[in-house]
């Protein structure tokens, strides 16, 4: 199973940034992929969720200014941020949960977001 994200890069407050995660090795239409982040000096913490019921779940921290969607048929997930301000500097991972009688987590290797003030 390959999980490689894509997308990160320096902004400054207020603008947008669209992460991708695509996802190889495994059925996706089947999987409940995630977005988590992990800023210097706190512990990673979950961003988004979309499970294969395709009902999101955010955050309180970026409800309302992310989005996270998923593209079966691209075997691809998507976290659109808006209104970026400098506490979501951090890197970003995709992660994707997946197993009918055992569950396996797979992680991708992290995008680097920054943003300036």
């Known amino acids: 199973v390959n999980v490689v994200e894509s997308g990160g890069d320096l902004v400054h407050t207020g603008d947008s940034l669209r992460l991708s995660c695509t996802v190889s090795?495994?059925?996706?239409?089947?999987?409940?992929p995630a977005w988590y982040r992990k800023a210097p000096g706190k512990q990673r913490e979950l961003v988004a969720s979309?499970?294969?019921?395709?009902?999101?779940n955010y955050s309180s921290a970026v409800e309302g200014r992310f989005t996270i969607s998923r593209d079966n048929a691209k075997s691809t997930f998507y976290l659109q941020m808006n209104s970026l301000q400098p506490e979501d500097t951090a890197v970003y991972f995709c992660?994707?949960?997946?197993?009918?009688?055992?569950?396996?987590?797979?992680w991708g290797q992290g995008t680097q977001v920054v943003v300036s003030s």
């Open positions: 992660n994707v949960e997946y197993g009918l009688l055992q569950t396996t987590q797979y």
């Open positions: 090795g495994l059925a996706f239409s089947l999987a409940d």
């Open positions: 979309i499970p294969s019921s395709n009902i999101p």
